[in-house]
């Protein structure tokens, strides 16, 4: 298939998007204007500086780099504003359906409350579902590197926005954090009635994926590259329809693999589990959700029934009900045979 044959057809496919941090969608450009317009001084004096910066050896340089940009985000007008960027851009990519992160203690450890961060980013996911038709689900994530503690704090803080919550996550620093660090603060979060996912082996080790569905009971799986190291794993994410929301771009990006030809997205494709394909960081790795399908398409030579698996999983893997995950599969499906008939 030629390059740009495939790209259409990517462009083309309405897709849902599962694994994204808001603070990652924040483009140099924007970060530079709210910095401006909120008095403070970045690191970097220019947008060039800014992006040359985005070298990384592992996720804990990355780490570093994106938690500084996000301290210039201060008022409900800043979170908005990210929010309604992203939107914007993944309207324009196909994508019809969101559910994203955001890391409240990112922002509350610097005394901005939870309800300004909160407000900013459901005032522009009701935006878009009104101008675009984007359907969201929204999922706070604990930092990892902090306390259970400080977990259950941010819990606490929650409780007043419980309506604009779905679910809650775990990111940041994966090594030395395992899931057991945060048992007891899941169950609390599962009894406030969030959802439960977790990001497991991305750096981490396939054990650190048994602990997040063994000991916080999560329904879907943030990364989990590195099950394919264990064949019991496998069987269960196949049996039990645990999706895993793969971001291949930032998995090149942070050297938790070499290079795109070694993305293991096919294999598992082939080995039944249900993969999706998603963007993480756009603004830090080089892509939105269409480059990620492009660049993994391109390096695997996937053929457009793998693409049409992915485009599937993500909508089976979704937080929709049952109705509207049918509806979007169907278009998912008419757009492929679309395809057939018209070559
Ligand atoms: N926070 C934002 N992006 C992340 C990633 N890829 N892994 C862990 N935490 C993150
Ligand atoms: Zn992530």
Known sequence: MQSSDLLKIIEGIPKAELHLHIEGSFEPELMFEIAKRNNIELAFDSIESIKKAYK????QEFLDIYYMGAQ????????????WAYLTKVHSQNVVHVEIFF?????????????TV???????????????GISHRLIMSYLRHMSEEEAFDTLES??????????????????????NKFVNVFKASAEHGYKLVAHAGEEGPAEYIWEALDLLNIVR???????????ALIRRLVDEKIALTLCPLSNVELKVIQNMEEHPVAKMLDKGIVATIHSDDP??????????FYETAKALNLDTSQLMQLAIN?????????????????????????????H
């Not at 890391?103 to 309800?115: A, K, S, V, Y």
């Not at 799986?221 to 064949?231: F, V």
């Not at 089976?316 to 057939?340: D, G, P, Q």
């Open 56 to 59: 990384f050896n592992n996720l």
């Open 72 to 83: 210039v985000l201060i008022h409900e007008q800043d979170f908005y504003d990210l929010t």
């Open 221 to 231: 799986i943030d990364h989990g590259n590195r099950c394919l190291d264990d064949e």
């Open 158 to 179: 929650s409780i007043p926005f419980k309506h604009l919550i779905d679910g809650v996550g775990l990111d940041s620093s994966e090594k030395g954090n395992p899931p």
């Open 283 to 292: 603004a830090y790795f080089g892509g939105y959700i269409n480059e990620n």
């Open 314 to 342: 993500a909508f089976e893997a979704s937080w929709l009900t049952r109705e509207e995950k049918n509806r979007h599969i169907s278009e998912v499906k008419k757009y492929f045979e679309s395809l057939v008939l018209s």
């Open 118 to 132: 909160i407000n900013g980013i459901n005032k522009a996911l009701i935006r878009a579902n009104r101008e675009y």
């Open 103 to 115: 890391d409240p203690q990112t922002h509350t450890e610097r005394g901005i409350g939870f309800g």
